[in-house]
T-cell receptor
Framework: NAGVTQTPKFQVLKTGQSMTLQCAQDMNHNSMYWYRQDPGMGLRLIYYSASEGTTDKGEVPNGYNVSRLNKREFSLRLESAAPSQTSVYFC??????????FGPGTRLLVL | GQQLNQSPQSMFIQEGEDVSMNCTSSSIFNTWLWYKQDPGEGPVLLIALYKAGELTSNGRLTAQFGITRKDSFLNISASIPSDVGIYFCAGQLYTDKLIFGTGTRLQVFP
């Protein structure tokens, strides 16, 4: 029982490159979330998925796209990475929107 | 976007001391959550509060849901080195999205 897993753990990109961050959960939770964490800013919601087949924008969605592939998996895609997207990205899940459980994070550096 | 005001921003204390931190909002919440983030890890839930005035403990940690529903407090008694990390509060209204505080960074010296 791994809980929430994220891949990769670290990534370095050049400006303009694309990549997909993967998140998977084995908790049978309905809701999944993508956050970014920047120094002094706390956690900011990028996108979320209340259930399989649905996605909604959060506070800072620009420059990102998401796919809820199935109940277990929720991916975050950067189509054309920018230095402003250098951050730590966290995936989280919840059963019905309350208590959220976080993955270990993906550290992304965009040069 | 809305973020909660969390204070203090950082604390440097000696092992054995008690710690207090708080979180305030201009909006009311139905749920308050406290998370801890260890260096290089994701946040881990410490305590969840669901009722105004509620006082809940988890070992040496005690958290309270403010009467006005606009604030919450976290106390850590007799701090130890493994308490080092960043503590986040989060508020939620019904099943709406969580709103996170900016974090309190705790450093414990032996």
């Amino acid at each position: 029982n791994a809980g929430v897993t994220q891949t990769p753990k670290f990534q370095v990109l050049k400006t303009g490159q694309s990549m997909t961050l993967q998140c998977a959960q084995d908790m049978n939770h309905n809701s999944m979330y993508w956050y970014r964490q920047d120094p002094g800013m706390g956690l900011r919601l990028i996108y979320y998925s209340a259930s399989e087949g649905t996605t909604d924008k959060g506070e800072v969605p620009n420059g990102y796209n998401v796919s809820r592939l199935n109940k277990r998996e929720f991916s975050l895609r950067l189509e054309s990475a920018a230095p402003s997207q250098t951050s730590v990205y966290f995936c989280a899940t919840s059963l019905g929107g309350e208590t959220q459980y976080f993955g270990p994070g993906t550290r992304l550096l965009v040069l | 976007g809305q973020q909660l005001n969390q204070s203090p921003q950082s604390m440097f204390i000696q092992e054995g001391e008690d710690v207090s931190m708080n979180c305030t909002s201009s909006s009311i919440f139905n749920t308050w959550l406290w998370y801890k983030q260890d260096p290089g890890e994701g946040p881990v839930l410490l305590i969840a509060l669901y009722k105004a005035g509620e006082l809940t403990s988890n070992g040496r940690l005690t958290a309270q849901f403010g009467i006005t529903r606009k604030d919450s407090f976290l106390n850590i008694s007799a701090s130890i080195p493994s308490d080092v990390g960043i503590y986040f509060c989060a508020g939620q209204l019904y099943t709406d999205k969580l709103i996170f505080g900016t974090g309190t960074r705790l450093q414990v010296f032996p």
